[in-house]
Nanobody, 124 residues
């Protein structure tokens, strides 16, 4: 069974940075798209970033210029560098992987595997 394990979350002041990691139990080169989503209490899960197998990156306007996604297939790890954090970035962050190469990487329903989440809390 494929496992994705996130780490790197924590409590940070506004303006601070974190680097989230997502370690996969198998080679990430097996996946087409990999992505990050987040869910704040009482809100729906939302797209944060995605990266295709050939390195194309996708971001919503809310994080563009502040977040950077990357994948290291040699280490079977997905990363999310989050800078200039704002209190509204507070959420549980989930990584996801998609194996079929179909659909848009910004849509959560295309992903086949999910991690358990890592929590990011940004204080003002």
């Amino acid at each position: 069974q494929v496992m994705l394990v996130e780490s790197g979350g924590g409590l940070v002041q506004a303006g601070g940075s974190l680097r989230l990691s997502c370690a996969a139990s198998e080679r990430t080169s097996n996946y087409y798209d990999m992505g990050w989503f987040r869910q704040a209490p009482g809100k729906e899960r939302e797209f944060v970033a995605a990266i295709s197998r050939n390195g194309i990156e996708y971001y919503p306007n809310s994080v563009k210029g502040r977040f950077i996604i990357s994948r290291d297939n040699a280490k079977s790890t997905l990363y999310l560098q989050v800078d200039s954090l704002k209190p509204e970035d507070t959420a549980a962050y989930y990584c996801a992987a998609e194996i079929h190469g179909m659909g848009s990487p910004i849509d959560s329903y295309v992903y086949d595997y999910w991690g358990q989440g890592t929590r990011v809390t940004v204080s003002s």
